[in-house]
């Protein structure tokens, strides 16, 4: 699946979800109306949202950017112990992201007093759509690392500069035995198949964070509330440049050209300030407690919930621990354990303010 069409799908997705889903009948009418307090006050919220929109997009490009521009530093390289233990600080962060402060979210919203009972307070549809998408994820996860294989081997896709490498390596020692020779392809092999997976990861971590980037946005561009907002765009700042750090990771491994690493970078950082200035844009029509706006958002953020959830545990978390270079290191095994629980438990306290 090619990059642009991505998110080109993403974008068509989410517009769609807005325009069709359909208005509830509200229990009351604060439902469809801003509460009335003293922290609401829409001339002193819209300098707060241009800086939320100003801050968040120069630490998302921070953040992403980061692993990117200090490969050159040796420490700091993929093949590295220190590498291996940022991304473990990354992953936990965004696991915490998906249990802590997205999957929660979508009970409140779908729980809420403003929806009607039945069917909303007769299923749990937070935990049940978060379960589909983990296991929609799987089959994306799944089908597009068979379908970019297949499309290796047949040569619709160009060798890596890996698989290149190795071919070059080839060369030198072709007068070597041919058990030898064979040994080589079949580690060549090994490393384009890893390498295929690496790009997988990274464009389904980044639809999943694109999405709830999108919806966060879109929250704090709608509300006036000038109490919450100070500390929500400190919050997302924090969240933001580290959950940007673990997909930048993953980009890295990816190995892409400049062009869709800079298509990438460009997607993640954008999506949480266009959700803002969407909000904006939308603030005298959209109410939060709504309940088509109730409804909207709690199944996005429960659909990326169970992606981000998926990806964490599956292909970051599991793919590094279980693989050979920390198999072999019991020490390193904990290092990054500890990195996990730091990362996790960093986004689970900002979970009180965001």
Known sequence: MALSSTFKLISISILIIFLLTPQAYSQSDE??????????NKARALPLKIIAIVSILVTSMIGVCLPLVTRSVPALQPDRNLFVVVKSFAAGIILATGFMHVLPDSFDMLWSDCLEENPWHKFPFSGFVAMLSAIVTLMVDS??????SKKCNAGVIPQSDVAAGQDQEMAVTVGSHFHGHHHHDVKADGEESQLLRYRVVAMVLELGIVVHSVVIGLSLGASNNTCSIKGL??????????EGMGLGGCILQAEYKFVKKALMVFFFSVTTPFGIALGLAMSSTYKENSPSSLITVGLLNASSAGLLIYMALVDLLAADFMGPKLQDSIKLQIKSYVAVLLGAGGMSVMAKWA
């Open 31 to 40: 439902c469809n109306t801003e509460s009335k307090n003293s922290c609401n």
């Open 143 to 148: 089908m597009a690392t068979s379908i970019y």
């Open 233 to 242: 765009i400190a919050a997302l700042c924090f969240h933001q440049m580290f």
